[in-house]
């Protein structure tokens, strides 16, 4: 699976330090509780943000409902409308990344239980999710949830690591950024993390 933060494009005014500086002080106007900061916003992060919800879409089922713009706007809608500021550009597409997360574990649910326990639809878990590890990974967005949260209870962290990495396609070094953790302790959390995981899948393989 190929999952990637975007490569910021340069704008046609100003380049991508330009837009580093703009989102920055936009989020800042938003943490201060300027709502008027909300509409600035999307059309500086738009971009990515779709990127970032295609590279996901593209691993859903080819007739999923969910459209990578209505991806977009819902975890946006959802991520300016809580509580807590942002800290800069990294925190944002952190928690994006989960945002989109919880409209497509949503979204899964309502299908399933439209279709009295149809499946959700499958994603494919393969080597640069969880590395090296023999045999098929096919997982569903409900059971990969569900791992998830069990990882969570067990170190919350570690999920994180894996949730930024496998929905917000973020490197180690943009996760150590959103987390204020060192680079090394991201990879340790990986390679934990993705072994915790291929246990817990050859369980359900067995």
Not at 106 to 114: E, I
Not at 132 to 161: I, N, Y
Not at 183 to 195: C, L
Request: glycine share 8%; aromatic share 6%.
């Amino acid at each position: 699976m190929v999952c990637c933060v975007a490569t910021p494009v340069r704008a046609r005014k100003g380049g991508w330090l330009d837009k580093q500086s703009q989102v920055s002080g936009v989020l800042g106007r938003l943490g201060r509780g300027e709502t008027s900061a909300r509409a600035e916003l999307l059309p500086l992060v738009y971009e990515e943000l779709r990127s970032i919800a295609s590279a996901l879409m593209r691993q859903e089922r080819s007739n999923h409902t969910l459209q990578p713009t209505a991806l977009v706007h819902e975890a946006y809608m959802r991520l300016v409308g809580q509580d807590e500021p942002f800290r800069n550009r990294a925190h944002f597409f952190g928690v994006a990344a989960m945002a989109m997360r919880r409209v497509l574990v949503d979204h899964a649910r309502r299908k399933t239980a439209a279709k009295r326990g149809g499946s959700s639809g499958v994603r494919r878990l393969d080597a640069p999710v969880l590395g090296d590890m023999p045999g098929d990974r096919d997982l569903d967005v409900l059971a990969l949830d569900e791992l998830l949260t069990r990882l969570a209870e067990l170190d919350e962290r570690k999920a994180s690591v894996v949730e930024l990495r496998f929905f917000g396609g973020m490197t180690n070094e943009q996760i150590a950024d959103f987390l204020g953790i060192a680079r090394s302790t991201v990879a340790e959390d990986w390679a934990f993390a993705r072994a915790w995981l291929g246990a817990r899948l050859g369980e359900t393989q067995a």
